[in-house]
T-cell receptor, first 108, second 112 residues
């Protein structure tokens, strides 16, 4: 079974700071997901990647398959970025395995 | 196209009561999943289905049952609710050959 570790567990940042959240996994995968969950809210998919890098607005996700590691970066962070960010992995058609999430608070 | 729809959004149950959490998707996805999310923990897989008529246990199936009589619907049944089942439940679906998963909005269940 794949073990997914995220760091940090909690993160507080000042508005405008550059933020990095890390995810590592133990077994080779076919895809890695970064998800966002706002308080009391549902889960929204931010990125799905199997190699390289993807960018969407102020969010950037990278993955290193050899090192079994991915990072989610937020540039010019804003209070509305406050949420729980979750990393999840899958192999083929196996169910997603989730990390415990990183709780981000961005203070104005 | 509504995606994945879960009902209800919130529910309070008394110990020993039963209920069904509904999940339906309109994307003709073969794969459907039920997860529970507890504070400070990652989502854990309760049950999943790879197609109509096929279900399988996940990591934490005890106290739950599922059925998959149609491609669209994947209800989760709690027969004898216990306080340990207080959690937020998420349903998800995925298409054959795809790695992209779609999530419902979640059901917050409290058992008292």
């Amino acid at each position: 079974k794949n073990e997914v570790e995220q760091s940090p567990q909690n993160l507080t940042a000042q508005e405008g700071e550059f933020i990095t959240i890390n995810c590592s996994y133990s077994v080779g995968i076919s895809a890695l997901h970064w998800l966002q969950q706002h308080p009391g809210g549902g889960i929204v998919s931010l990125f799905m990647l199997s190699s390289g890098k993807k960018k969407h607005g102020r969010l950037i996700a990278t993955i290193n398959i050899q090192e079994k590691h991915s990072s989610l970066h937020i540039t010019a962070s804003h209070p509305r970025d406050s949420a729980v960010y979750i990393c999840a992995v899958c192999s083929g058609n196996t169910p997603l395995v989730f990390g415990k999430g990183t709780r981000l608070s961005v203070i104005a | 196209n509504a995606g994945v729809t879960q009902t209800p959004k919130f529910r309070i149950l008394k110990i020993g009561q039963s209920m069904t959490l509904q999940c339906t998707q309109d994307m003709n996805h073969n794969y459907m999943y039920w997860y529970r999310q507890d504070p400070g923990m990652g989502l854990k897989l309760i049950y999943y289905s790879v197609g109509a008529g096929i279900t399988d246990k996940g990591e934490v199936p005890n106290g739950y049952n599922v059925s998959r009589s149609t491609t669209e619907d994947f209800p989760l049944r709690l027969e004898l609710a216990a306080p340990s089942q207080t959690s937020v439940y998420f349903c998800a679906s995925k298409g054959q050959g795809s790695t992209e998963a779609f999530f419902g909005q979640g059901t917050r269940l409290t058992v008292v």
